[in-house]
């Protein structure tokens, strides 16, 4: 297993994020119907839903994660992940992914 990390953004159009803590469990949910982005991951949050979106473009992917296009056919339709930092561009989180040998 391996961790391979991810930002989500877009959540000061939901909920923001100050609610949101380490620790915490988000839910990876593939869009393909979606209009802007055929590549696009929908996060969400028991009893909230969708609390934005696994970031896809090199402005707004923090640090070593993954974009959304990077990860997309890494996951199966949805995928359980966690919250690590919450810092003020966004919020780190990671999956832990069963890759093949010698793949990461």
């Known amino acids: 297993m391996n961790k391979i990390f991810f930002t989500i953004t877009g959540t000061c159009y939901r909920y923001g994020q100050e609610f949101i803590e380490p620790g915490m469990v988000v839910r990876l949910v593939k869009e393909p119907d979606n209009e802007f982005d055929k590549e696009a991951i929908k996060v969400e949050m028991e009893g ?41 561009k966004g919020v780190l989180g990671y999956v ?3 890759t093949e040998r010698g793949e990461m």
């Not at 992917?61 to 003020?88: F, H, T």
């Open 48 to 88: 909230l839903g969708q609390i934005g979106y696994v970031a896809n473009s090199p402005r707004t992917v923090l640090g070593e994660s993954y974009s959304a296009g990077r990860l997309y056919d890494k996951i199966g339709d949805a995928v359980e992940g966690k919250v690590m930092y919450v810092l003020p």
């Open 96 to 98: 832990e992914i069963e």
